[in-house]
C-alpha cells in the first residue's frame, strides 16, 4: 500500500519525464549544477526553523505542524528510511536538494517554452541559485516542493494550451490536488497566474463543460490528487502538535490552520507598510541588487510582447508578496522577517523570468555592438555573479551553532533527569537530537503545552490551569532531576542554557566548563557576525542576554570572583545584550544613585550605538525605558526621560511594557500630554 501511494504522489514527475526524455537532457544538467551547489552548502548539524519537527515526523511517523503537510511526509518517510541513511540530518535536507534540482529541470523546460535555449538556462540556474530558494533547498522544509508542485502544475497547463488535449488538463488536476497537499496556502495564492494562462483553451474547457466524463474526470483527478490528506487521520501519533485526528471537525481545523493566527497584538498599518517596503528590497535581493534594472527591463518586455504571460507572472508576484501580506498581521522585526522570508519562494520565479528576458535582450544587444561573444560571454558572466553573490549567506556547510548549543546543554543535564521545553526551536531541536539521534537516552522530554510528544499528561486544548496543576504533580512526586530551558520553574540553580531545579543548599548559577566553552565559541560568533541564517542570529541573540544574566549574577554573587568568571563577564559587557543586562541588574536591583548615574547613562549612550539588527522591539523598548528611568532622576531631565518613555511605548505598545507607570507619573507630575496615557490609563502600578 505504502509503494502504491508513493507511485501516485510522484506519478506527475513520472508523467512528465517520460514523454521524451531526450528533451529533458538539457533541464537534468541545469538540475546537477544547482545540486552540487546544495550538497557542498548542505548544514552538517540540525537547525531551527521546522527543521526538528520535520526530522522526527519523518524519521518517527506522525503529523506535522498545521496544515500538516500530508505529500512531503508521505514522501520523506520512505527516504529518510532508505538503509544508507544514517540517524542524522542529510536524509531530510538531501530530500529537499533533491525537490530543488527537479524543480530546476522544470523550470528549464517552462522557460523553453516560452523562449530559447539560452533563456531557459538563465532562468532555471538564475532561480535555483537565487538567495531564498537555495536558502529552502538546503534544510528540510517544504518549500523546495511547494515550488516543485507549483511549476509541474504550470507545466501541465503550458501541455494543455499547446495540445489542447483534456488528459493533459486532468493531469493538471491530480498535479493541482497534490499541491494542495503540500502547502495549500501558497499554492491558492498562485493559482490566479495558472487561470490567466490556461486563458487561451478557454474554449474548449467551455465545450468540454457540457459533457458528464469531463466533470467525473476532472474532479475524479483533483480528489485523488488530494488523498494524502487521509494519512492525517491517525489516533495516537508519536509526533504530532495538537495530538491525534479522530473526527472530520479536528481534521478541518488542522488543515484550516485554525490555531494559527498570524498576527501581532501590538501590529498596525505601520507595520504592514514597512513590510511592503521590505518585500520589494527582497525581490531585488533575490539575485543580487545590482540586477533591478534588468529585471525591470524585463518585466516591461513581457508586458509589451507577451501581455498574457506577463500578466500571469505579475499575478504570480503579487499572490506570494503583497496578497499575502495582507492576509497576516506580523510586527515589522527582525523575526517576524525571518519568519516571513520564505513565502514568497513561488512569487520569485516572476522575478527571475523578468530577469531572464532583460539578460537576453540586453546582452543580444550587447553583442550585436561588440562582438558575438560577447553575448555568451556576458551570460555567463551575469549567471556567475548570481550564484557568487548568494553563495557566502547560503554556505551552511560548517553550520553546527544549534547543534552545539543543544549538546551542550544535554551533556550539561543531571543523569536521568526531566527536561521541560516550549516553543518551535526547543521542542524541535531537543526533541530531534533526543528522539531521533538517542544524544540522551535517559532524558525525559516534556513539552509545557502538552505539544508535539505522545508524553502528555493533559490535552493541548485544556486550561492553562488543568496544564499547570498536572505539570506541578508530576514534578512534586518525582524524584528525577527537573530542569526546563525556560524559566517556569522555581527555585533554580541557573545552569547558563538551562534551569534545574534546587534544593536548598544548592547555588544561584553554576556554570560548567563545558557550557563556558559554548559561551566563548557564542561570543566568537557574535564579534565576528559568523552567523548568516536570520533564525540562528536571534536565537544568539536570546542566548547572549541569558548568559549576561547568568555570568552577571555569578560575578557579584562573591567579593571576590574567580578570574575566568570576570574574564567572561567583561567579554558579555561588551555586546550590547551585556549592557542591557548590565543596566537591568542595576536598576531593577535598586543600585542606581547619584555616584553612578552618569557612568550608567554613558553606557546606555553606548548600547543605543551598538544595537544589532536582530534586537527585538522588546529589547529596544527596555533600553530606552532604562534611559527614562535614569534621566528620572533629576528633575532638569524629565522631559527628555518622558521622551524616552513615549519611544518605549511606540516600540512595544502592551500593557505588559514597563514604562508605562513611569510615563505616566511624569505625565501627571508635569503636565505632558500623550495618546499613550490613555491607552493605558487602567494599566495598575506598584505604589
Not at 506519478?11 to 533541464?27: D, E
Not at 537565487?130 to 529552502?136: D, G, H
Not at 536571534?538 to 547568568?550: C, E, G, K, Q, T
Not at 527596555?622 to 531631565?637: C, P, S
Given at each position: 500500500?505504502?509503494?502504491?501511494?508513493?507511485?501516485?504522489?510522484?506519478?506527475?514527475?513520472?508523467?512528465?519525464?517520460?514523454?521524451?526524455?531526450?528533451?529533458?537532457?538539457?533541464?537534468?544538467?541545469?538540475?546537477?549544477?544547482?545540486?552540487?551547489a546544495?550538497?557542498?552548502?548542505?548544514?552538517?548539524?540540525?537547525?531551527?526553523?521546522?527543521?526538528?519537527?520535520?526530522?522526527?515526523?519523518?524519521?518517527?511517523?506522525?503529523i506535522?505542524?498545521p496544515?500538516?503537510?500530508?505529500?512531503?511526509?508521505?514522501?520523506?518517510?520512505?527516504?529518510?528510511?532508505?538503509?544508507?541513511?544514517?540517524?542524522?540530518?542529510?536524509?531530510?535536507?538531501?530530500?529537499?536538494?533533491?525537490f530543488?534540482?527537479?524543480?530546476?529541470?522544470?523550470?528549464?523546460?517552462?522557460?523553453?517554452?516560452?523562449?530559447?535555449?539560452?533563456?531557459?538556462?538563465?532562468?532555471?540556474?538564475?532561480?535555483g541559485?537565487?538567495?531564498?530558494?537555495?536558502?529552502?533547498a538546503?534544510?528540510?522544509?517544504?518549500?523546495?516542493?511547494?515550488?516543485?508542485?507549483?511549476v509541474?502544475?504550470?507545466?501541465?497547463?503550458?501541455?494543455?494550451?499547446?495540445?489542447?488535449r483534456?488528459?493533459?488538463?486532468?493531469?493538471l488536476?491530480?498535479?493541482?490536488?497534490?499541491?494542495?497537499?503540500?502547502?495549500?496556502?501558497?499554492?491558492?495564492?498562485?493559482?490566479?497566474a495558472?487561470?490567466?494562462?490556461?486563458?487561451?483553451r478557454?474554449?474548449?474547457?467551455?465545450?468540454?463543460?457540457?459533457?458528464?466524463?469531463?466533470w467525473?474526470?476532472?474532479?475524479?483527478?483533483?480528489?485523488?490528487?488530494?488523498t494524502?490528506?487521509?494519512?492525517?487521520?491517525?489516533?495516537?501519533?508519536?509526533?504530532?502538535v495538537?495530538?491525534?485526528?479522530?473526527?472530520?471537525?479536528?481534521?478541518?481545523?488542522?488543515?484550516g490552520?485554525?490555531?494559527?493566527?498570524?498576527?501581532?497584538?501590538?501590529?498596525?498599518?505601520?507595520?504592514?507598510?514597512?513590510?511592503?517596503?521590505?518585500?520589494?528590497?527582497e525581490?531585488?535581493?533575490?539575485?543580487?541588487?545590482?540586477?533591478?534594472?534588468?529585471?525591470?527591463?524585463?518585466?516591461?518586455?513581457?508586458?509589451?510582447?507577451?501581455?498574457?504571460?506577463?500578466?500571469?507572472?505579475?499575478?504570480m508576484?503579487?499572490?506570494?508578496?503583497?496578497?499575502?501580506?495582507?492576509?497576516?498581521n506580523?510586527?515589522?522585526?527582525?523575526f517576524?522577517?525571518?519568519?516571513?522570508?520564505?513565502?514568497?519562494?513561488?512569487?520569485?520565479?516572476?522575478?527571475?523570468?523578468?530577469?531572464?528576458?532583460?539578460?537576453?535582450?540586453?546582452s543580444?544587444?550587447?553583442?550585436?555592438?561588440?562582438?558575438?561573444?560577447?553575448?555568451?560571454?556576458?551570460?555567463?558572466?551575469?549567471?556567475?555573479?548570481?550564484?557568487?553573490?548568494?553563495?557566502?549567506?547560503?554556505?551552511?556547510?560548517?553550520?553546527t551553532?544549534?547543534?552545539?548549543y543543544?549538546?551542550?546543554?544535554?551533556r550539561?543535564?543531571?543523569?536521568?533527569?526531566?527536561?521541560?521545553v516550549?516553543?518551535?526551536?526547543?521542542?524541535?531541536?531537543?526533541?530531534?537530537?533526543?528522539?531521533?539521534?538517542?544524544?540522551?537516552?535517559?532524558?525525559?522530554?516534556?513539552?509545557?503545552e502538552?505539544?508535539?510528544?505522545?508524553?502528555?499528561?493533559t490535552?493541548?486544548?485544556?486550561?492553562?490551569?488543568?496544564?499547570?496543576?498536572?505539570?506541578?504533580?508530576?514534578?512534586?512526586?518525582?524524584s528525577?532531576?527537573?530542569?526546563?530551558?525556560d524559566?517556569?520553574?522555581?527555585?533554580?540553580?541557573?545552569?547558563?542554557?538551562?534551569?534545574?531545579?534546587?534544593?536548598?543548599?544548592?547555588?544561584?548559577?553554576?556554570?560548567?566548563?563545558?557550557?563556558?566553552?559554548?559561551?566563548?565559541y557564542?561570543?566568537?560568533?557574535?564579534?565576528?557576525?559568523?552567523?548568516?541564517?536570520?533564525?540562528?542570529?536571534?536565537?544568539?541573540?536570546?542566548?547572549?542576554?541569558?548568559?549576561?544574566?547568568?555570568?552577571?549574577?555569578?560575578?557579584?554573587?562573591?567579593?571576590?570572583?574567580?578570574?575566568?568568571?570576570?574574564?567572561?563577564?567583561m567579554?558579555?559587557?561588551?555586546?550590547?545584550?551585556?549592557?542591557?543586562?548590565?543596566?537591568?541588574?542595576?536598576?531593577?536591583?535598586?543600585?542606581?544613585?547619584?555616584?553612578?548615574?552618569?557612568?550608567?547613562?554613558?553606557?546606555?549612550?553606548?548600547?543605543?550605538?551598538?544595537?544589532?539588527?536582530?534586537?527585538?522591539?522588546?529589547?529596544?523598548?527596555?533600553?530606552?525605558?532604562?534611559?527614562?528611568?535614569?534621566?528620572?532622576?533629576?528633575?532638569?531631565?524629565?522631559?527628555e526621560?518622558?521622551?524616552?518613555?513615549?519611544?518605549?511605548?511606540?516600540?512595544?505598545?502592551?500593557?505588559?511594557?514597563?514604562?508605562?507607570?513611569?510615563?505616566?507619573?511624569?505625565?501627571?507630575?508635569?503636565?505632558?500630554?500623550?495618546?499613550?496615557?490613555?491607552?493605558?490609563?487602567?494599566?495598575?502600578?506598584?505604589?
Open positions: 500500500m505504502q509503494w502504491t501511494q508513493g507511485a501516485l504522489y510522484w506519478s506527475p514527475l513520472f508523467l512528465v519525464t517520460s514523454l521524451n526524455v531526450r528533451n529533458w537532457l538539457h533541464p537534468i544538467a541545469a538540475a546537477l549544477i544547482c545540486f552540487v546544495y550538497w557542498f552548502t548542505l548544514p552538517a548539524g540540525i537547525t531551527l526553523e521546522d527543521a526538528g519537527l520535520f526530522q522526527m515526523v519523518c524519521h518517527l511517523g506522525g506535522s505542524h496544515p500538516g503537510y500530508p505529500l512531503f511526509t508521505e514522501l520523506c518517510q520512505p527516504f529518510v528510511g532508505l538503509g544508507f541513511f544514517d540517524q542524522g540530518v542529510l536524509a531530510g535536507n538531501l530530500l529537499s536538494a533533491l530543488a534540482a527537479l524543480a530546476v529541470a522544470v523550470v528549464h523546460q517552462i522557460a523553453l517554452a516560452y523562449q530559447g535555449r539560452w533563456f531557459a538556462w538563465i532562468v532555471s540556474i538564475a532561480y541559485l537565487s538567495a531564498t530558494f537555495w536558502s529552502q538546503i534544510i528540510i522544509e517544504v518549500y523546495s516542493l511547494a515550488v516543485l508542485m507549483f509541474l502544475c504550470w507545466w501541465c497547463a503550458i501541455q494543455f494550451v499547446r495540445s489542447g483534456l488528459a493533459t488538463f486532468y493531469l488536476g491530480l498535479t493541482f490536488g497534490l499541491a494542495l497537499c503540500n502547502h495549500w496556502p501558497l499554492m491558492l495564492l498562485s493559482t490566479p495558472l487561470l490567466v494562462l490556461l486563458w487561451q478557454m474554449d474548449t474547457l467551455l465545450a468540454a463543460l457540457r459533457r458528464p466524463e469531463f467525473l474526470f476532472s474532479t475524479g483527478s483533483l480528489v485523488l490528487g488530494l494524502p490528506y487521509l494519512t492525517l487521520f491517525a489516533a495516537d501519533p508519536v509526533i504530532a495538537y495530538g491525534g485526528i479522530d473526527t472530520v471537525r479536528d481534521f478541518l481545523g488542522y488543515v490552520r485554525k490555531t494559527y493566527a498570524d498576527a501581532d497584538v501590538a501590529a498596525g498599518m505601520a507595520d504592514k507598510l514597512s513590510f511592503a517596503g521590505w518585500l520589494l528590497i525581490s531585488a535581493r533575490q539575485l543580487g541588487s545590482w540586477t533591478l534594472p534588468i529585471v525591470l527591463f524585463g518585466a516591461w518586455l513581457w508586458g509589451r510582447t507577451r501581455p498574457l504571460v506577463g500578466l500571469a507572472l505579475l499575478l508576484y503579487l499572490g506570494g508578496t503583497f496578497v499575502l501580506l495582507a492576509q497576516i506580523f510586527d515589522y522585526q527582525f517576524s522577517r525571518a519568519i516571513f522570508k520564505p513565502y514568497p519562494i513561488i512569487a520569485y520565479l516572476a522575478v527571475t523570468f523578468c530577469f531572464g528576458l532583460g539578460l537576453i535582450r540586453l543580444q544587444w550587447a553583442g550585436d555592438r561588440s562582438g558575438k561573444w560577447v553575448t555568451p560571454a556576458s551570460r555567463v558572466i551575469v549567471l556567475l555573479l548570481v550564484a557568487v553573490g548568494n553563495f557566502p549567506g547560503n554556505d551552511r556547510s560548517v553550520d551553532f544549534v547543534d552545539h543543544a549538546r551542550a546543554v544535554l550539561d543535564l543531571p543523569a536521568d533527569s526531566i527536561l521541560f516550549h516553543g518551535d526551536f526547543e521542542t524541535s531541536v531537543f526533541g530531534y537530537l533526543v528522539l531521533v539521534e538517542g544524544a540522551r537516552s535517559d532524558i525525559e522530554l516534556r513539552e509545557w502538552a505539544l508535539v510528544f505522545d508524553n502528555r499528561l490535552s493541548p486544548f485544556a486550561s492553562d490551569e488543568h496544564k499547570q496543576s498536572t505539570l506541578a504533580r508530576l514534578i512534586e512526586s518525582s528525577r532531576p527537573v530542569a526546563t530551558i524559566t517556569r520553574l522555581t527555585p533554580v540553580t541557573d545552569r547558563g542554557g538551562f534551569y534545574l531545579l534546587r534544593s536548598e543548599n544548592d547555588p544561584l548559577v553554576l556554570i560548567s566548563q563545558d557550557m563556558d566553552q559554548f559561551v566563548q557564542l561570543l566568537l560568533l557574535n564579534s565576528e557576525d559568523l552567523l548568516t541564517d536570520p533564525h540562528e542570529r536571534y536565537h544568539a541573540f536570546n542566548l547572549l542576554i541569558r548568559f549576561s544574566r547568568a555570568y552577571f549574577e555569578l560575578a557579584t554573587a562573591s567579593p571576590t570572583p574567580e578570574a575566568w568568571v570576570m574574564e567572561r563577564t567579554a558579555l559587557q561588551q555586546t550590547f545584550q551585556g549592557k542591557l543586562v548590565t543596566l537591568e541588574t542595576m536598576i531593577r536591583k535598586g543600585r542606581v544613585h547619584p555616584g553612578n548615574r552618569a557612568m550608567l547613562l554613558a553606557l546606555a549612550a553606548e548600547a543605543a550605538r551598538q544595537i544589532p539588527e536582530v534586537a527585538t522591539n522588546k529589547s529596544r523598548a527596555i533600553l530606552h525605558e532604562y534611559y527614562g528611568r535614569l534621566l528620572r532622576l533629576e528633575d532638569a531631565d524629565a522631559g526621560a518622558f521622551s524616552h518613555f513615549e519611544q518605549s511605548l511606540a516600540l512595544y505598545p502592551a500593557s505588559e511594557n514597563t514604562s508605562i507607570c513611569g510615563h505616566r507619573a511624569l505625565a501627571d507630575r508635569f503636565g505632558f500630554e500623550s495618546a499613550y496615557l490613555q491607552q493605558f490609563r487602567n494599566v495598575p502600578c506598584p505604589h
